[in-house]
């Protein structure tokens, strides 16, 4: 399903990645661990297509999109979702908005069906003309993953997406998300600090070290 | 709490409101009605000269937000070659008084321009006036005062997160998408307020739309006085401008809502890359405007320059430079004083609708023609004098008029706004914590103005005065009425040589004064960068 | 310079108290004050002359004539001003009927300048003329084809013709000529048939008009003649030529420059003294060489170049009219849409 192959990274003359490799599976959770800094974020806006650099390949679903550390194709064609660390919700639009923005190209019926699927499925029916910032923290971020979802991706990314809520609520967030990705069937990589996170969310761990992914 | 509240209603009250004067003296002209000449007006001309002003805030309303805002997207958001002094050198066209672009512009491709000869001769398209209609005088306005809406969307865009725009992308949107739909609106408050400056000076404006025979609002207020010699009339239209200038600030408020989206800045990091065709296709567009807008005209005005520099270079502009230079430092230094008082944050100003309305009020003379302006300050003067006679005291005309106190009053009341709109922007980024921590820290008001509201404010107050500066420079009607003797600015010469068809003379000040202007803003923008740095 | 400096460091610590700015006088003996509309470069040369003769000096303050008047009126007592000097009839008119100028009437005034160029009361004194009349491209018109202003209202000027603005102070005298000529309604048809003819939107400047001619945009127009010198002056060879407008009627519509000593002048004396040599020979020659203007004084001749164009019959009209009937005339092209 996704292929990376040969992904090195530099910041500036410091080198974090070199030959990094990595294979999933068609629904298949993995969670990237490492200290800050070896490069986990990068490795997900590389997958994203964001960020460039001067070695690797990715391949998703049979089409190579990157090459060489130069994306073959851009960001916006590649159906690759992303949940962000500060989730990155449009402030100026409101949360039906937030989630149908990415499938403007259904009609405005499939549109409202298919939002109004993902909200109950996340838990917050009735919210679709609320704003974001009327919203918790929690709740922002299951937004921020109905919007993800919503285009249906190849793959979704998260970057330490519960690393700002408290202990109590992301406990059972990361259940609630583990099922909704499991039932979508999405491919997913989550990168994140927690150990807990890892054990209740995760299929594989991968963790960064030496430069290299080792996979348990 | 209550002592202190009232205090600096106090203060910023009598700030506010004298810097106000001239809208009052223009709303008081109502006092004395005269009813034939308004019916003259409006049965003959006002419904003509209102739709063409319409059509010509319209037209110039809506280039200026396409063309600065997509040029701001541009140099942000976008790496393409050349992009690096591009966004540096379209702050440039700032620095050219717009009645000077105006006669370039006439020069060259009026009907008897080179531009037009070689047209016709050369590529056989017929010739045609470009006065008619109102196409050249909005694209004329849209070369000049794209930059408000320029550098203010640029300073937005440059605190937008860079990960909105990735959000957007990641979920298929095109950069076209992404622009409409998440950074331009992100930037709303910003654009709104370029916009606002740029309406009210189209509205205020004379001198291009004079060379352009296009007739505006402010046609009518110079016929009244001119013409019909009624001081009255002229005022009572000016408040009819001031009132239009209310409602634009009115809805450039609501446009900014409550919202304040910006935090963290996007750092020298362009989302997007435009390489190979791509980007040189957007270098040439850019690049395109810089010529239009700066660097052709100003190659035309050396050439003039160049051909009578013999004639017209003379001892006396080392006074014309001196007297420039003190006008515009010091107008500058007043105008941010003031709009500092008005700006600094305070607990009493949130809450007080009174304070809120005076000092809006005092950034109305924005929208007021200079001469206007200018007359209803002897005017304003001279009502006061009667006043004081009546009561046994004295005249004080004589020891106004003619003062370079009176000039100086009239370019901060004209230009207040400019600089309050930049330095009220700087005060609102000092979040309430800053205070609270200061005050719990056991500083004084005074301790906290200083050490805390100050240093945060200062980006602004430079920024607005310097654009106050380069204003001052070129502001000509008001100077014209209210110089001193012997202090003729640049800004007239420019006039007084153009205004009798000198145009290869009237080069050489327009030159000078475009030479000061660049400056200014290359150390607005050495300061721009300093701050975001920092930021 | 220093002056400057001293007064501009005053002035940013009594901004509010605004008082001590006044002494600034140059203490000077003898010290004439003039507010002109007439430009600087137009001017200077003939200030400095005088101080050379007289050891009198002239200190100046240009502006706009309308907006001039204003400053003075509001001044009133407490003006610097001794003299005010402007451009147009309409203005010197104004400038009187608001009580701004002091009747002077001396010998070397009557015998300088003729009667119909100063105001009855000596209010004003007409320092120079200009006339404004047809300018016609050579190569497209011959001079047969032309007769008089009105003449350029009919069809056979469709799409031929360029005019200055309306909002210019020449436009409405020569407006104002013709209803004291032809009374309102045919001049409304007249300027109504202008409208009619024009081959482009009015221009700004009466340089403009001659460039529009001269690129073919159109055949003729209206200037002052001395635009018409300065243009000549650069480009000698231009197919460009002046008819004198109305000679079977009316004569060509002129105009005066001129100026008056100010009711509250505080140095009368120099003033008068200032405006009789601006009237003497010396001074109009020079007047007359700066701007090709014709001379008010009827002793000396015109510059070269201008009497070059030829002689004319002048307009009689009383040039009061011309300030008396300039409201009706800019009512007049308002309704007809001259812009």
Known sequence: ?216 | ?535 | MNIKTLVSSTVMFSILTVSSITAVQAATDELVTVYSSRKEHLIKPLFEAFTKDTGIKVEYLTGKGGALIERLKLEGTNTKADMFMTVDAGNLWYAGSQDLFQGVQTDTLKSNIPAYLRDPQGLWTGLSVRARTIVYNTDRVQSEELSTYADLATDKWAGRLCLRTSKKVYTKSLVSSLIHHHGKDKTADIVKGWINNLAATPNAKDSHVMSAILSGQCDVGLVNTYYYGRLMDKKPNSPLKLFWANQNTTGVHVNVSGAGVTKYASNAKAAIQLLEWLSSAKAQAIYGSLNKEYPANQNIASDDVVSAWGSFKQDDMNLAQAGILQADAVKLMQIQGYR
């Open chain 2, 1 to 535: 709490m209550e002592k202190n509240c009232f205090k600096s209603k106090i203060w910023i009250s009598v700030v506010a409101l004298l810097v106000a004067m001239p809208i009052f003296v223009v709303a008081f002209s109502w006092a004395l009605p005269e009813h034939e000449l308004w019916a003259h007006f409006s049965e003959n001309i006002l419904s003509d000269l209102i739709s063409s002003t319409l059509i010509l805030l319209l037209g110039v309303g809506v280039g200026v937000t396409l063309l600065g805002t997509v040029l701001a997207y541009l140099v942000v958001m976008v790496e393409f070659p050349g992009r690096k002094w591009l966004e540096w050198a379209l702050f440039l066209p700032f620095a050219i008084p717009a009645y000077v672009l105006a006669f370039v512009y006439l020069g060259v491709f009026d009907y008897s321009g080179y531009a037009q000869v070689w047209m016709r001769e050369t590529l056989g398209i017929p010739g045609f006036d470009i006065r008619a209609g109102s196409w050249a005088i909005i694209l004329m306005f849209v070369l000049v005062f794209y930059p408000y809406v320029y550098m203010m969307t640029r300073a937005s865009f440059k605190r937008q997160k860079i990960n909105m725009i990735e959000a957007g992308r990641l979920l298929g949107a095109s950069p076209i998408r992404v622009f409409f739909k998440v950074s331009l609106p992100l930037a709303r408050p910003a654009v709104a307020a370029g916009l606002l400056v740029t309406l009210m000076e189209t509205l205020a404006d004379f001198g291009v739309v004079s060379l352009f025979n296009y007739d505006t609002f402010t046609t009518a207020i110079y016929s009244a006085w001119g013409d019909f010699r009624s001081i009255e009339v002229a005022a009572q239209l000016a408040s009819l401008l001031v009132l239009v200038a209310f409602f634009l600030i009115y809805f450039e408020k609501k446009a900014r809502g409550q919202a304040k989206y910006y935090s963290a800045n996007m750092a020298n990091k362009k989302p997007y890359h435009a390489t190979g065709i791509k980007g040189w296709l957007i270098s040439l567009f850019v690049f395109g405007v810089f010529m239009l807008s700066f660097a052709m005209p100003m190659l035309q005005l050396v050439i003039w320059g160049w051909s009578s520099v013999a004639d017209e270079w003379s001892a006396k502009y080392i006074d014309l430079i001196a007297s420039t230079s003190i006008l515009t430092i010091t107008a500058a230094l007043i105008t941010i004083a003031f709009a500092t008082i008005l700006a600094l944050p305070g607990r009493c100003k949130q809450t007080s609708v009174w304070l809120q309305s005076v000092i809006r009020l005092a950034t109305l003379g924005y929208a007021l023609p200079g001469s206007v302006m200018a007359v209803g300050l002897l005017y304003g003067i001279n009502q006061i004098s009667i006043i004081n006679i009546h009561f046994g005291g004295e005249s004080i005309n004589h020891i106004i008029y003619g003062s370079i106190a009176l000039l100086l009053f009239a370019y901060v009341s004209r230009f207040m706004a400019i600089a309050y709109s930049s330095i009220e922007a700087s005060a609102q980024q000092i979040k309430p914590v800053f205070t609270q921590s200061a005050r719990l820290l056991g500083a004084s008001r005074m301790r906290l103005i200083w050490q805390v509201y100050l240093p945060m404010m200062t980006p602004g107050i430079l920024a607005g005065g310097l654009l106050v500066a380069v204003d001052v420079m070129k502001e000509l009607p008001a100077t014209y009425l209210l110089r001193p003797f012997g202090w003729d600015t640049l800004a007239i010469q420019t006039y007084e040589l153009s205004a009798e068809g000198l145009f290869e003379r009237a080069a050489i000040p327009a030159l000078i004064m475009v030479v000061f202007g660049a400056l200014l803003m290359s150390v607005f923008q050495v300061l721009d960068k300093k701050s975001s740095k920092s930021a």
């Open chain 1, 1 to 216: 399903m996704l292929t990376v192959n040969n992904l090195s990274i530099k910041y500036q003359d410091n080198s974090v990645l070199d030959g990094f490799e990595l294979n999933l599976e068609q629904g298949e959770i993995l969670a990237l661990l490492g200290d800050s800094g070896c490069g986990k974020s990068s490795t997900l806006r590389f997958i994203a297509g964001l960020d460039e650099t001067y070695q690797g390949e990715v391949e998703l679903d049979g089409v190579q999109l990157s090459k060489n550390g130069q994306h073959l194709v851009a960001p916006e064609s590649r159906e690759v979702g992303m949940v962000f660390q500060d989730y990155a919700l449009f402030p100026h639009m409101n949360i039906f908005k937030n989630i149908s923005f990415g499938i403007n190209h259904l009609s405005k019926s499939a549109q409202r069906k298919q939002v109004l699927e993902l909200l109950a499925m996340i838990g917050l029916e009735g919210s679709e003309d609320k704003y974001p910032h009327q919203l918790s923290g929690g709740e922002q971020q299951r937004v921020s993953l109905a919007r993800a979802l919503a285009p249906e991706p190849k793959i979704l990314l998260m970057d330490e997406p519960f690393s700002s809520l408290d202990k109590s609520h992301k406990d059972h967030l990361v259940l609630q998300v583990r099922q909704i990705l499991k039932k979508t069937n999405t491919t997913s990589i989550l990168v994140t600090h927690d150990k807990d996170e890892v054990n209740s969310l995760a299929d594989k761990v991968g963790i960064i070290q030496n430069k290299q992914l080792t996979i348990n």
